[in-house]
């Protein structure tokens, strides 16, 4: 089992920056596949980004923040961030994390962990 919980959102003018944690409980987290993922007002839940190996080393990312969003875990201290630069109003969303074992994906409809969500707003 593995427990999820996201923080840093906020309210941001287009062009700034956010940092987003998602800490994790449960032992073997450092065994999951991790990803971010938004869902707007009125939208669909979409992928952003996800840490395509356990290390963190290598990721995937939508076109949509492709150059501008960097994800990163850090097994030691259970927790997975999203670097979000360059933002746009076009960003804002409920912002979540997600936990999965076995290989990442961008459906989020196989993941079965998921945090509560974190509210990201990008004034014009």
């Known amino acids: 089992q593995v427990q999820l919980v996201e923080s840093g959102g906020g309210l941001v003018q287009t062009g700034g920056s956010l940092r987003l944690s998602c800490a994790a409980s449960?032992?073997?987290?450092?065994?999951?596949?991790v990803a971010w993922f938004r869902q707007a007002p009125g939208k669909a839940r979409e992928f952003v980004a996800a840490a395509i190996n356990l290390s963190g080393g290598s990721a995937f990312y939508a076109d949509s923040v492709k150059g501008r969003f960097i994800i990163s875990r850090d097994n030691a201290k259970n927790t997975v961030y999203l670097q979000m630069n360059s933002l746009k109003p076009e960003d804002t969303a409920v912002y979540y994390c997600?936990?999965?074992?076995?290989?990442?994906?961008?459906?989020?409809?196989?993941?079965?962990?998921w945090g509560q969500g974190t509210q990201v707003t990008v004034s014009s």
């Open positions: 449960g032992r073997t987290f450092s065994r999951q596949a």
């Open positions: 997600a936990a999965r074992p076995g290989n990442w994906n961008t459906s989020p409809g196989v993941y079965p962990y």
